[in-house]
């Protein structure tokens, strides 16, 4: 469905909500800022710049919505930032978050400055994710990872303790001997270094991967490999449905000799999979906003995530996952941002031995 047309089954929406009496904010000559804690480059752009216009769309009196970019110590930063806007109540200041974002928080990172429980969720939007290989060592790639293990990778990262946490894990489950380069901003600097051939392995998050990865496939200069996959309704992990035909993270691992798929590092992997893409982004709005402005953006979100279309134009750009909004956003949020104390051991003691990293 073309763009114009879906926004105007999106206005329809919100008019007639409006005409019942349920929205009391409005928004008339306003600018909203949208800010996200990474670069312009990866996966969350590409999450912001899809629901930012259909936000613009769908709340009352159409303001414009700028996303905002404020990159900086493994999304840290522009979390920090947040924290320190929760007098801001007004509906102007919303804030979207990643498993980047997450983790630091469930590892009791010093950086960390923000406090979940300060913030109000809005929309709560799974993904997924996506590892790829060069075509000569995706060619030793057959449904496990048992011939790859004695090559030398370098993967462009964010840092250890951001949402990169997940595939560093998981190559070391794998028996992969992978060299991070950290410091990168985004995960879309993570691919440019991998097209530059700075790089021989690479993960992007659903969205970037389709917008930017894809095309690399399509040319033969990357192969998929495995997707991070997703969960059903009993808590499993399975195929990511936006990737059906592709193997998931928890396949290859059991089909890899040196992978498990039971013990305490499969415990801590999957919690961290499920703060991930599970739940991996999330708009916020302070917590000084009032119960009418937090009213008013559901009820935009609601129309927008339930309009005529919107799943097929959210699959084209993100991928096919849920997106919640009300008691479901906070509830996919609150399993999100927490973590056992057998899972967060495990992983604090992996970050000390290969990295160096200690959280006190």
């Given at each position: 469905?073309?763009?114009?047309?879906?926004?105007?089954?999106?206005?329809?929406?919100?008019?007639?909500?409006?005409?019942?009496?349920?929205?009391?904010?409005?928004?008339?000559?306003?600018?909203?800022?949208?800010?996200?804690?990474?670069?312009?480059?990866?996966?969350?752009?590409?999450?912001?710049?899809?629901?930012?216009?259909?936000?613009?769309?769908?709340?009352?009196?159409?303001?414009?919505?700028?996303?905002?970019?404020?990159?900086?110590?493994?999304?840290?930063?522009?979390?920090?930032?947040?924290?320190?806007?929760?007098?801001?109540?007004?509906?102007?200041?919303?804030?979207?978050?990643?498993?980047?974002?997450?983790?630091?928080?469930?590892?009791?990172?010093?950086?960390?400055?923000?406090?979940?429980?300060?913030?109000?969720?809005?929309?709560?939007?799974?993904?997924?994710?996506?590892?790829?290989?060069?075509?000569?060592?995706?060619?030793?790639?057959?449904?496990?990872?048992?011939?790859?293990?004695?090559?030398?990778?370098?993967?462009?990262?964010?840092?250890?303790?951001?949402?990169?946490?997940?595939?560093?894990?998981?190559?070391?489950?794998?028996?992969?001997?992978?060299?991070?380069?950290?410091?990168?901003?985004?995960?879309?600097?993570?691919?440019?270094?991998?097209?530059?051939?700075?790089?021989?392995?690479?993960?992007?998050?659903?969205?970037?991967?389709?917008?930017?990865?894809?095309?690399?496939?399509?040319?033969?200069?990357?192969?998929?490999?495995?997707?991070?996959?997703?969960?059903?309704?009993?808590?499993?992990?399975?195929?990511?449905?936006?990737?059906?035909?592709?193997?998931?993270?928890?396949?290859?691992?059991?089909?890899?000799?040196?992978?498990?798929?039971?013990?305490?590092?499969?415990?801590?992997?999957?919690?961290?999979?499920?703060?991930?893409?599970?739940?991996?982004?999330?708009?916020?709005?302070?917590?000084?906003?009032?119960?009418?402005?937090?009213?008013?953006?559901?009820?935009?979100?609601?129309?927008?995530?339930?309009a005529e279309g919107f799943m097929d134009t959210a699959a084209e750009v993100l991928g096919v996952y849920p997106q919640l909004v009300a008691g479901g956003a906070i509830?996919?949020?609150?399993?999100?941002?927490?973590?056992?104390?057998?899972?967060?051991?495990?992983?604090?003691?992996?970050?000390?031995?290969?990295?160096?990293?200690?959280?006190?």
């Amino acid at each position: 469905m073309k763009r114009t047309s879906f926004g105007a089954t999106v206005a329809a929406a919100i008019v007639a909500i409006a005409a019942q009496g349920a929205l009391a904010a409005d928004f008339s000559g306003k600018t909203i800022e949208y800010t996200i804690p990474f670069s312009e480059s990866g996966g969350s752009a590409k999450w912001a710049n899809f629901f930012a216009p259909l936000l613009s769309d769908a709340l009352p009196g159409n303001p414009t919505v700028v996303v905002r970019y404020r990159p900086g110590a493994g999304s840290t930063e522009g979390a920090n930032w947040f924290q320190g806007q929760q007098d801001e109540g007004d509906g102007l200041t919303i804030f979207g978050d990643s498993g980047s974002t997450k983790f630091p928080y469930l590892l009791g990172d010093p950086r960390v400055r923000y406090e979940y429980q300060d913030w109000q969720p809005v929309l709560a939007s799974a993904t997924g994710g996506v590892v790829y290989l060069p075509p000569d060592l995706a060619e030793k790639f057959d449904g496990d990872m048992d011939d790859l293990g004695d090559e030398v990778y370098l993967y462009g990262s964010q840092g250890a303790t951001t949402l990169d946490l997940v595939p560093l894990l998981a190559f070391r489950m794998l028996g992969l001997d992978v060299d991070p380069v950290f410091g990168v901003e985004g995960r879309g600097d993570g691919r440019l270094m991998f097209e530059r051939g700075e790089a021989n392995i690479d993960y992007q998050t659903s969205s970037a991967y389709l917008a930017n990865v894809q095309p690399l496939v399509d040319d033969g200069l990357a192969v998929p490999i495995f997707s991070w996959g997703a969960l059903d309704d009993a808590g499993n992990i399975v195929r990511d449905p936006t990737f059906p035909d592709m193997p998931s993270f928890k396949e290859v691992c059991e089909a890899t000799a040196a992978c498990e798929t039971e013990g305490v590092a499969w415990d801590a992997i999957k919690a961290f999979i499920i703060a991930g893409f599970a739940n991996q982004k999330t708009i916020f709005l302070p917590s000084s906003a009032s119960q009418d402005v937090v009213d008013t953006y559901t009820e935009a979100l609601r129309s927008i995530v339930t309009a005529e279309g919107f799943m097929d134009t959210a699959a084209e750009v993100l991928g096919v996952y849920p997106q919640l909004v009300a008691g479901g956003a906070i509830e996919a949020t609150n399993q999100a941002t927490a973590i056992s104390p057998e899972a967060k051991k495990y992983v604090l003691d992996w970050l000390m031995e290969d990295y160096g990293i200690s959280m006190n």
